[in-house]
């Protein structure tokens, strides 16, 4: 999400300023802090909700079915 969109020199990338104030947002928050916080309102919720944290590695490229992961996936 945060990867550089000013291009080469043949070809320049769009939107430069624009990606760089958004990479430059995502990358301020502590994401840790979030994390917490989005615990701490499961804990208190009124109906049972649960936050599960999971390894992103790859979860572009596995079934949400079968589990099984493949480049082919995507």
């Known amino acids: 999400m945060t990867k550089s969109?000013?291009?080469?020199k043949d070809k320049p990338g769009k939107n430069v300023k624009?990606?760089?104030g958004l990479n430059?947002?995502?990358l301020e928050h502590g994401w840790g802090m979030f994390?917490?916080?989005?615990?701490?309102?499961?804990?208190?919720?009124?109906?049972a909700v649960e936050a599960v944290a999971i390894n992103p590695a790859y979860?572009?490229?596995?079934?949400?079915?079968?589990?099984?992961?493949?480049?082919?996936?995507?």
């Open 5 to 8: 969109a000013k291009g080469t």
């Open 18 to 20: 624009a990606k760089s």
């Open 24 to 26: 430059r947002s995502i």
């Open 35 to 47: 994390r917490q916080r989005l615990t701490d309102k499961a804990t208190s919720a009124t109906t």
């Open 59 to 74: 979860t572009s490229l596995r079934c949400h079915r079968c589990g099984y992961t493949n480049k082919k996936n995507r």
